[in-house]
Each structure stands twice: as structure tokens, then as C-alpha cells.
T-cell receptor, first 114, second 112 residues
Framework: AQSVAQPEDQVNVAEGNPLTVKCTYSVSGNPYLFWYVQYPNRGLQFLLKYITGDNLVKGSYGFEAEFNKSQTSFHLKKPSALVSDSALYFCAVRADPGYSTLTFGKGTMLLVSP | NAGVTQTPKFQVLKTGQSMTLQCAQDMNHEYMSWYRQDPGMGLRLIHYSVGAGITDQGEVPNGYNVSRSTTEDFPLRLLSAAPSQTSVYFC???????????FGSGTRLTVV
């Protein structure tokens, strides 16, 4: 069975500082990894994905994520946080091949203070 | 291009009532799924479908029914609503392969 762990319920960071939201995963075979963001009372928006290739993946709104196979991690990062980045972030994993289901972590609330 | 459309956006049911949450996509995606979102629990998979006529159970299927008669539509039926089914429900679709999902805007359901 596949699973995702987001060890922090909440991450607090000051505007302008770098941010990291942690994610580790467990899956049989090659992983497809995703980050989604959810703003209050909205649906989930796709941020970025890792399928294969370069371990550093760049996505929307200046976010990036680093895939580390040996540590089974896929941490979300941004060099300089904005107050508007405050939202709920979900990491998700899907195993190769593509018929498999997408499993989500419990989510991490990111709060960026002015 | 509408993407994934869910209706209704809000619904209040009485315990024991039944209802159907509608989901439609216009992207010709083979894969569709239903999730429920509860505070502190992330998104949990209820049912999914890999194509018309094919459905399967996810992590929390009890109390829910699905069918997939067309590629476009994937309705979720609550057979006899219970307060434990109070949640936000999301429908999602994708192509087969390594891509991500496209989500609908959600249905907020309250069972009293």
C-alpha cells in the first residue's frame, strides 16, 4: 500500500524568508509525486509534479520541490515566502503505472506573517 | 473548457435521506475519482473508475455508491445519509499515465 506523511500540521514563516514544507512517501515501484495547494473554501490547485529526470522540479508561483529517492522525500520549497502563500498544502503519491490511485498526505497549513 | 464540474456546491440533508452528487468532466479523461476531505485527515479516496463501466472501491467506500455509464459522468450516491458523512466532497479526473489530477470545486455536505 502507498502512503504519504506530512510531519508538520502547521509551518510558520515570516514574509521574505525561505520556506520548506516536508513530505515523505512510501510506494512500491517508481513514484509519481505531486504537490497541491488549497486556499480557503476552494478546490485543490496543482503546483508541481515529479515524474522522472531532474530531482529539482519547478512549479507554479515560484515553488519548487526536491525529490530524494534515498530518503523517500519530496519537500516543497520557496526561496522567499509571500503572505499570499498562506494556504493548506497537500503532498500526494501515485505509483507507476498510471492506473493507480493518488494517495494524499494529511496536509500542512502554511502561515506566512507580514 | 469547463474542466471538472461538481453540483451542488452546498447541500444539507436529514439523516436517512438519499442524494446524488454530480460530477462531469469534458476533457475525455479515462480516470475519475471521489474523495472526501475532513479536518486533519487529508483527502480520502471513496471510489474510483478507470473507464466507462469500471468502478472500484477506495479507502472509505461504505455508505456510498458509484456508477460510470459514460466517460464524462461519475455520480456519487449516498444511500442513507448519516452525520458521519458530513464532509467536503471532491471529484477529480485524469488521463491514464503519470499526470496529476484535475479537481472540481467541491460539494460541502452537512447531514443533520
Amino acid at each position: 500500500a502507498q502512503s504519504v506523511a506530512q510531519p508538520e500540521d502547521q509551518v510558520n514563516v515570516a514574509e521574505g524568508n525561505p520556506l520548506t514544507v516536508k513530505c515523505t512517501y512510501s510506494v512500491s515501484g517508481n513514484p509519481y509525486l505531486f504537490w497541491y495547494v488549497q486556499y480557503p473554501n476552494r478546490g485543490l490547485q496543482f503546483l508541481l509534479k515529479y515524474i522522472t529526470g531532474d530531482n529539482l522540479v519547478k512549479g507554479s508561483y515560484g515553488f519548487e520541490a526536491e525529490f530524494n529517492k534515498s530518503q523517500t522525500s519530496f519537500h516543497l520549497k520557496k526561496p522567499s515566502a509571500l503572505v499570499s502563500d498562506s494556504a493548506l498544502y497537500f503532498c500526494a503519491v501515485r505509483a507507476d503505472p498510471g492506473y493507480s490511485t493518488l494517495t494524499f498526505g494529511k496536509g500542512t497549513m502554511l502561515l506566512v506573517s507580514p | 473548457n469547463a474542466g471538472v464540474t461538481q453540483t451542488p456546491k452546498f447541500q444539507v440533508l436529514k439523516t436517512g435521506q438519499s442524494m446524488t452528487l454530480q460530477c462531469a468532466q469534458d476533457m475525455n479523461h479515462e480516470y475519475m475519482s471521489w474523495y472526501r476531505q475532513d479536518p486533519g485527515m487529508g483527502l480520502r479516496l471513496i471510489h474510483y473508475s478507470v473507464g466507462a463501466g469500471i468502478t472500484d472501491q477506495g479507502e472509505v467506500p461504505n455508505g456510498y455508491n458509484v456508477s460510470r455509464s459514460t466517460t464524462e459522468d461519475f455520480p456519487l450516491r449516498l444511500l442513507s445519509a448519516a452525520p458521519s458523512q458530513t464532509s467536503v466532497y471532491f471529484c477529480a479526473s485524469s488521463r491514464t499515465g503519470p499526470g496529476g489530477y484535475t479537481f472540481g470545486s467541491g460539494t460541502r455536505l452537512t447531514v443533520v
